[in-house]
């Protein structure tokens, strides 16, 4: 019996809940300090209890993830813990494109692949010296916007730098990447890309709430300018958000757009969940800041589905759910080589 896994964190109970409403065998691969937090759920039929995540990678894990034919589910806690060779080399079949992560982890791949989906994007600042105007700096990798900061001068920039030097956060410039600040309302857009039926369903929108970016707000101009402390883009927890249906239009558009790109740059493609992220400014246009190929935990909103899944299916469907639905179809039509790798 085929068993869905996954690793215990980001949105691993939305993920095995909608696997066990699917008819499959639910397992967790659960750090030990963990373990009590996973017990609770009655839905997770096994825990596989390790020291870190990256005993995935181990034969012990291997053997006992093989014997249960599981397939596993990526998520953001596998791409920030784990190299994008080390997810590569695992040897136990992954939902998706395990080969598109490594698109999602580079930001020079990533940009590649958002000019190819036509997707407007802020333009990155080559260097500190060419600041001319609000920029976002970014560390490379997953870093979940910690450490993240604005500046709009040269002078700005390598205050806010030596900090996260002498905080050992990073090294120096090359671990830095600029982009121009992209003003506007935040929209994380969540879509589901079936290659055995070839259609994009669009599942719902989340905005983010970051610490400590979306505090500030609440201290008046004066006493933020007093404060000396570099800001933050940390993800705290995500709240939902519907469109103006005259937006819905060029939502599919452009993901229509970046599933054709990827097909073209990382075979065998988009398939399963992805969002884009990015601003709406004030003519309802979409700027796209970074696109997650894998589920994102903004769908931990919509356990129950969402407003926009609601009219594609007459039943509760979560993007979890959707992910083991599209497993179990597959299984059925002898076509689970398209839908993993
Ligand atoms: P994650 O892996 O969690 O998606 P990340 O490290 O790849 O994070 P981004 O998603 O690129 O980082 O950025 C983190 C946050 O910073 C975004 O959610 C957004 O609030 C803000 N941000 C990033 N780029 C821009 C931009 N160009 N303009 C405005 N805000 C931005």
């Known amino acids: 019996m085929t068993s869905i896994v996954t690793l215990g964190s980001h949105c691993a109970l939305q993920v095995l809940k909608g696997a066990k409403d699917e008819g499959f065998k639910t397992l967790l691969i659960c750090e030990k300090k963990r373990e009590k937090l996973y017990r609770r759920f009655a839905f997770i039929d096994e825990l596989i209890l390790v020291n870190s995540f990256n005993e995935i990678l181990e034969q012990h894990c291997i053997a006992k993830l093989k014997e249960q034919e599981s397939i596993v589910i990526p998520h953001g806690t596998l791409i920030s813990q784990m190299s994008s060779s080390e997810i590569e080399s695992i040897k136990v079949p992954i939902f998706g494109n395990k ?14 692949m958002m000019l190819e989906s036509k997707l407007p994007m802020p333009k990155s600042v080559s260097s500190y010296k060419e600041i001319n105007g609000l920029v976002i700096a970014k560390r490379h990798g997953a870093a979940g916007g ?23 956060l990073i090294k120096g410039d090359d ?14 857009l969540q879509y589901f890309y079936s290659p055995i039926n070839k259609n994009l369903e669009f599942f ?30 940390n993800v705290i927890g995500n709240s939902p958000l519907v469109l103006r249906e005259s937006l819905l239009d060029e939502v599919y558009t452009m993901g229509e757009r970046f599933v054709e790109a990827a097909n073209r740059l990382a075979p065998p493609g988009m398939n399963g969940p992805f969002c884009l992220e990015g ?6 246009q979409f700027t796209s800041f970074e696109f997650s190929a894998r589920i994102v935990a903004g769908t931990n909103l919509y356990v129950d589905g969402s407003p926009y899944s609601a009219f594609i299916y007459n039943e509760p469907m979560s993007m979890g759910r959707r992910i083991a639905r599209e497993i179990r179809i597959g299984k059925e039509k ?8």
Do not use: C, H
């Open 99 to 112: 080969w598109i992560l490594r698109w999602e982890s580079n930001r020079n791949m990533k940009e590649k």
């Open 146 to 168: 910690k450490g993240y900061f604005l500046t709009s001068s040269a002078e700005g920039y390598k205050k806010e730098r030596d900090k996260l030097i002498a905080q050992g």
């Open 175 to 188: 671990d830095l990447y600029l982009q121009e600040y992209a003003f506007g309302v935040s929209a994380y």
């Open 204 to 233: 719902g929108v989340d905005r983010r709430y970051e610490s400590d970016i979306d505090g500030l707000g609440r201290i008046p101009a004066q006493q933020q300018m007093s404060v000396d402390k570099i800001s933050s883009f």
């Open 279 to 284: 601003v709406y400014d004030e003519n309802g």
């Open 334 to 341: 002898g076509e689970l080589s398209k839908i993993v790798t």
